[in-house]
């Protein structure tokens, strides 16, 4: 009898499935055999309001120049083109990077969460997250092996008088983290957004206590009340910060397009990291999502994305207070994707699932 398991690393054996992934299997295999569902497992983009003429646009008005250079292998840090578009979007949110240095297209955020993995975390090192978070930075993180040192989030992000707390109690044991991971604005899975108060003041651990703080912000742009919130990327002064976004809230998921925006000794080692998983990002994407920049394509989606994520909280929110029961709460999301339930007690929510 031939026995799989024997040939698994150590790590090959904890590639399981999450409970969540399992419910989101379960709902595609209910809509591929025709069953007239609402998804509501992830979060998925609106697929009525993909780009899709302007993508065939800017393919069809390609120069010849352009399709050898996307169908060739490119950089391990991305095109300068789509590096160049995306430092002068960033530079919108008040976040400064040299697109010849300080930037590097990763095939999603997803990639840059595993790239950052690998260039800094080893078998114990300190990690601090929030509770909750997102649940795929957990895995990247654990694939490594460090401790986690879990922070409640409130109503106003990550909780910096417990992290303040949690750091003091590290430091008392002889212990400094490596990384803080949040995600500060529109959080997954809370949607709540960080207070500028208290991204200050996470910097200010960040520097007493010596650690990184990784910014994953693939939400910030959908913000339903003004300007996005102020990325802590943009408050760093001293380049502790690593900040990361995506495409695919914004654009498109399919286009695999994420980017992270680092000191250049970190680019430097990631842009390494990354030619050892997959050499490059492919051409197409990189081509195509420098284009949208360049025509201003990407801003009119993401205020196409806003006002259908505001119309589809408001619609969620009203149908919640006509059917929850009185026992359960929620927030009121300004922005994001996500709008977190707190079910009475006594409700087993996995059962539900």
């Known amino acids: 009898m031939f026995d799989a398991d024997r040939f698994y690393s150590r790590l090959g054996e904890t590639f399981k499935p999450g409970v969540l992934t399992q419910v989101v299997l379960a709902a595609f295999e209910l809509m591929r055999q025709g069953k007239k569902i609402i998804s509501l497992t992830g979060g998925s983009y609106d697929p009525s309001s993909l780009p899709i003429e302007q993508i065939k646009t800017v393919f069809a008005e390609a120069p010849a120049e352009a399709w050898q250079e996307m169908l060739q292998y490119g950089s391990n840090v991305g095109s300068g083109k789509l590096r160049a578009e995306l430092s002068r979007f960033m530079a919108e949110a008040g976040v400064e990077a040299d697109p010849q240095s300080e930037v590097i297209v990763t095939t999603g955020s997803q990639q840059a969460l595993d790239l950052i993995s690998r260039l800094f975390i080893n078998p114990g090192d300190i990690v601090v997250v929030g509770s909750p978070t997102y649940l795929q930075a957990l895995s990247a993180f654990r694939q490594f092996g460090p401790e986690f040192c879990v922070v409640p989030v409130d109503r106003d992000g990550m909780d910096t008088d417990a992290l303040e707390a949690e750091l003091r109690r590290l430091a008392s044991e002889g212990k400094t983290p490596k990384l803080l991971y949040t995600v500060p604005s529109f959080q997954n899975p809370t949607s709540t957004v960080l207070t500028r108060e208290r991204r200050l003041r996470m910097l200010e651990l960040a ?147």
Request: glycine content about 8%.
């Open 207 to 353: 520097e007493e206590f010596d650690f990184l703080i990784v910014e994953d912000n693939p939400y910030g742009y959908i913000s339903f009340e003004g300007a996005m919130p102020t990325p802590i990327k943009a408050l760093d002064k001293s380049g502790r910060v690593i900040y990361m976004s995506t495409f695919s809230k914004i654009v498109s998921p399919g286009l695999r397009i994420g980017w992270v925006a680092a000191r250049k000794e970190f680019v430097t080692k990631m842009a390494v990291a990354k030619g050892n998983v997959d050499i490059c990002t492919d051409g197409l994407s990189q081509y195509v999502a420098a284009e949208l920049l360049r025509r201003g394509v990407v801003g009119e989606q993401i205020l196409k994305m806003i006002d259908i994520y505001r119309r589809k909280r408001d619609l969620m929110l009203e149908a919640m207070e006509a059917h929850f029961p009185e026992e359960a709460k929620w927030n009121e999301p300004k922005g994001g994707l996500f709008l977190w339930v707190k079910m009475p007690e006594g409700v087993d929510t996995s059962k539900m699932l």
